[in-house]
């Protein structure tokens, strides 16, 4: 989900014309919209939580908002660019639909009326179909050809969220993966340093993410990066 917000936020500043579409089947719009704020604010918002009385960034946020406060100029600067893209629906963040069904006709039917550049779907796992299947694995399967076929039909690029199992970064450790490694076009893994792994342990609350290609269909498999994350604001750099 961290990824799919900080690339939601990116591709939202980057293309200043397009849509982009945000549908969780696992947290409410309110909170996925904190999360984003707090990526969006990219300052360090720990010297306002004695004040408050929290101890992160999206207790601050939520009790910041909620309480109706408006004093801190960071947050502030921030939530005027959050509201420019939700108030303009450059940004659409659904929590209302659980079927892939669902999803594809509310994306058909949002695309026909306005286009959009990319749908997110957080996540693929949490995802349920009106079609009775034999098992989980195969339920995935499923839903993993809708989405390849709506996909088709629109001309989308479309970003869906996985889990891996705990055995790693690689395809084959994709949980109840069904068809996804053959439907999707490009597959990219990411994963988070342990904590006995940190080799600064000075900077609390940073961490490093490998970020490696698993697949390309139309490029090289393999090449990898190495990307900085704020646990705290979950902005990744």
């Known amino acids: 989900s961290t990824l799919m917000f900080n690339l939601c936020l990116n591709m939202a500043e980057k293309y200043p014309d397009d849509r982009f579409l945000y549908f969780s ?7 996925i919209l904190l999360k984003l704020l707090g990526i969006l ?9 004695s004040r408050y009385n929290v101890k992160t960034d999206f207790d601050l946020l939520g009790t910041y ?16 660019i959050l509201a420019a893209y939700i108030d303009t629906g450059r940004i659409k963040v659904e ?10 006709e509310v994306v058909r039917h949002l695309h026909a009326k306005n286009p959009v550049r990319a749908v997110y779907l957080d996540y693929l796992q949490k995802i349920g179909t009106t079609k009775k299947t034999q098992d989980k694995r195969t339920e995935v399967g499923h839903i993993s ?22 055995e790693g970064n ?68």
């Open 25 to 31: 089947f696992e947290e409410e719009t309110v909170y």
């Open 41 to 49: 604010s990219e300052t360090d918002l720990s010297e306002y939580y």
């Open 65 to 80: 908002i909620r309480e109706g406060h408006t004093d801190i100029p960071e947050i502030e600067n921030r939530r005027e």
């Open 95 to 104: 929590d209302r639909f659980t079927t892939v069904e669902q999803v594809a």
């Open 145 to 166: 050809n809708e989405i390849l076929k709506l996909a088709k039909e629109t001309g989308l690029a479309i970003i869906a969220g996985s889990q891996f199992n705990r």
């Open 170 to 237: 690689s395809l084959s450790n994709l949980k109840e993966s069904g068809d996804l490694e053959q439907d999707a076009n490009l597959v990219i893994g990411i994963e988070k340093e342990k904590d006995e792994e940190k080799k600064d342990k000075s900077a609390a609350g940073f961490y490093k993410l490998e970020v490696k290609i698993l697949k390309s269909r139309d490029g090289k498999s393999g090449d990898h990066d190495v990307l900085d994350w704020h646990m705290n604001s979950r902005k990744i750099s």
